[in-house]
């Protein structure tokens, strides 16, 4: 079992910062990849940018040159460091931790809201 808390969401204005944490505990030995999804209202969750095992990053176009994912693994902590907000980043942003074959845990979500 894999159990994941996840804290930093909040209230901005556009063009601030937020960074979000995630941290993950319980049977990791076979962890895949860590991740950051948003879900927008009435739509489904979208993959915001991920780092695998081996360390190789990718992100939502969307996102790029704006967002940074970094993990520490002696805490077994993912990070989203998010600049340059816009209003359209709006959104509940959920952790994933990914276990091999594919199973896949989420976080709890937070709110992350950007004021025009």
């Known amino acids: 079992q894999v159990h994941l808390v996840e804290s930093g969401g909040g209230l901005v204005q556009a063009g601030g910062s937020l960074r979000l944490s995630c941290a993950a505990s319980g049977r990791l030995f076979s962890l895949q990849s860590m991740a950051w999804y948003r879900q927008f209202p009435g739509k489904q969750r979208d993959l915001v940018a991920v780092?695998?095992?081996?360390?190789?990053?990718n992100y939502a176009d969307s996102v790029k040159g704006r967002f940074t994912i970094s993990r520490d693994n002696a805490k077994n902590t993912v990070y989203l460091q998010m600049n340059s907000l816009k209003p359209e980043d709006t959104a509940v942003y959920y952790c994933n931790v990914r276990l091999l074959p594919v199973l896949d845990y989420w976080g709890q979500g937070t709110q992350v809201t950007v004021s025009s």
């Open positions: 780092i695998t095992r081996a360390g190789t990053i």
